[in-house]
């Protein structure tokens, strides 16, 4: 999704200093983007991955496809989004994946995301979840922790041939306690997706 930022000229008298803010990369900094964010923590990963899946068909052409969605049960208690869109190369997930606010959706109307802050909701409920992306024939599969730090790391686990689809699968274990809540956010979050 485009994003509009405002430009203006600005007048300025005779100054000792310029200086921009920055932004320090911290524990509590990431924490703030990747969880402070949401209220509803469980509603905003299912409806952020989501959305992420349906922007990976538009990419894809491929928007008239349904993605698919795990939810929870007390059999297999794992949520995850799989996608079946353009997958991404073990470059673009180690770069672009893991950087926040980088997106490739920012230049097109057509997306619903270009934060890039989505792919990272899944830690603001667990410290670590499974990214799988199947790109040109390899599966690539890497798991997103917050390390010893509290700082959101990644490390790729195994390259391996498929001849399934491109796509991507984000997921990770449920508490038990929790699947009827995953069940009725979900449902609130699909009400607004064919």
């Not at 922790?145 to 990644?154: R, V």
Request: charged fraction near 20%; aromatic fraction near 12%; glycine fraction near 6%.
């Amino acid at each position: 999704m485009k994003l509009a930022v405002e430009t203006r000229p600005v007048e300025r008298g005779a100054t000792a200093a310029t200086g921009e803010f920055k932004i320090k990369a911290t524990a509590k900094a990431f924490n703030i983007l990747s969880s402070g964010l949401y209220s509803d923590k469980i509603l905003a990963i299912i409806r952020e991955l989501s959305c992420n899946a349906y922007d990976a068909h538009v990419a894809a052409g491929k928007a008239d496809v349904p993605f698919e969605v795990h939810l929870p049960t007390t059999i297999t208690p794992t949520f995850y989004v799989k996608d079946f869109g353009i997958g991404l190369s073990e470059d673009a997930v180690m770069n672009l994946y893991t950087t926040y606010f980088e997106s490739t959706k920012a230049d097109s109307n057509e997306y619903i995301g270009a934060l890039g802050l989505g792919s990272k909701s899944p830690f603001s409920y667990t410290s670590t979840f499974t990214v799988e992306s199947r790109f040109n024939g390899t599966k690539h599969v890497f798991t997103a922790y917050l390390n010893e730090q509290g700082l959101p790391s990644i490390d790729k686990l195994a390259s391996i041939p498929t001849d399934e689809a491109n796509g991507l699968t984000v997921m990770f274990p449920v508490q038990r306690d929790h699947i009827s809540v995953f069940r009725a956010k979900a449902r609130r979050a699909f009400m607004y997706f064919n």
